[in-house]
């Protein structure tokens, strides 16, 4: 390789910019600049709270979709998969309890009209927006619900909601699954969707949202069972998290105090990750009885139970539930592998993620952009795009390409360089050592399928 054009130029090209106030202001900075996640309608001045996500963003949202299907269903024989329908009619809502139970408390500062979870004030006498003291009114409940209509004419026969969470769809559809998978008891149904919950304050970036998704899965257990089965979900599902990267320092598992279960709930614990402004929940693990079953087959007269050949007994399965937010979830990954180091005087900034989450799994650059080096590079680029996600580079200099890659959380770069056209290998940089090696490119799908293996 030529001298003067290695492929080791790991010398940051620039000096680094002021280091930002704290680790979220160095998230979204980041989040935006390098294509994770946007302001929604932002031209328009942006709408509160709904945000998009961007060429890497979608990929990094994907992989930890992806990754927790993984272990939820395609490693497991006891789980099946489903996607159900994201408007509902009441009628499911109403047996579920959410029309009754879904809420939050309300207040309004009668100084600057700004609207407030009364449970999520700090001080419950101070406004958190002007600092007016003793200004609230009294709380009131407030549906937490999307309230729509399904057809052309707003009546009342009409209404829909959006759902506010997967779960239900998953037990109105319990028979069906049953009937089809053959699967019995103890079994899971697992789902990723969109749902919606008209958060009075929404706020942390991406952590509270309107519109999020969810991973959730719902296991139908003998109701003796239940208690052991949610106790093996608590620790599987932290697992989960610290198999994929995050500091178990960062981690806790919480069990809700009797005041804070749910209606629907005999034990719930979070999962929490230590964010900047504190603890906050990722995922949370339920054991929500036979209510749900139970009221849904009282409200439609259909029968929601198992019959046990076995024993010759007929019973309505316990419901243990993990459900974790996707979109939170990938904000923790991004907080959990963000870094800087010093590296030859100046300052590194690396996304250490998980190489299933990794956006790209390999960066393919040129040394330059010289027409002699495109055509081995693009077949380069075509031998390894077929097996891995692929970004492909060739603007700027060497060692912008690879600061750019670290911050993406790409776990590989492969140059091409002029002595690439001679001996057919190429350099293979890795993302958090920085080393490299010269691999065969008759080699090189093998080499790297190791690497991320």
Partial sequence: MPADAPASDD???????????????????LAKRRGFVFPSAEIYGGFRSTYDYGPIGVLLLRNVKDAWWRSMVQLRDDVVGLDAAILSPPAVWEASGHLSNFTDPLVDCRHCGARHRSDDIPDPDVCPTCGSRGTFTEARQFNLMFKTHAGPVEEDAAVAYLRPETAQGIFVNFANVLQASRKKPPFGIAQIGKSFRNEITPG???????????????????????????????????????DLGIDPAHLRLREHATDELSHYSAGTSDVEYLFPWGWGELEGVANRGCYDLTQHAEASGERL????????????PHVIEPAAGATRTMMAFLLDAYDEEEVRGETRTVLRLHHRLAPYKVAILPLSKKETLTPMAREVLGLL?????????????IGRRYRRQDELGTPFCVTVDFDSLDDRAVT??????????RVSVDEL?????????
Avoid: G, K
């Fill in 385 to 397: 795009q077929p097996h891995f996600m692929c970004d492909y580079d060739e603007t700027q200099a």
């Fill in 305 to 316: 139970d198992y019959f046990d050949q076995a024993t010759n007994t007929r019973y309505v």
């Fill in 11 to 29: 010398t940051p090209p620039d000096a680094p910019a002021a280091e930002p106030v704290d680790r979220m202001d160095q998230i979204v900075n």
């Fill in 204 to 242: 942390n970036f991406i952590f509270r949202t309107r519109e999020f998704e969810q991973m959730e899965m719902e296991f139908f257990v003998p109701p003796d069972e239940a208690h052991r089965w949610f106790e093996y979900w608590c620790d599987e599902r932290r697992r989960w998290y610290v």
């Fill in 428 to 437: 293979v940089r890795e993302r958090d050592s920085m080393d490299q090696v």
């Fill in 445 to 453: 799908v093998d080499h790297l399928r190791e690497q991320l293996a």
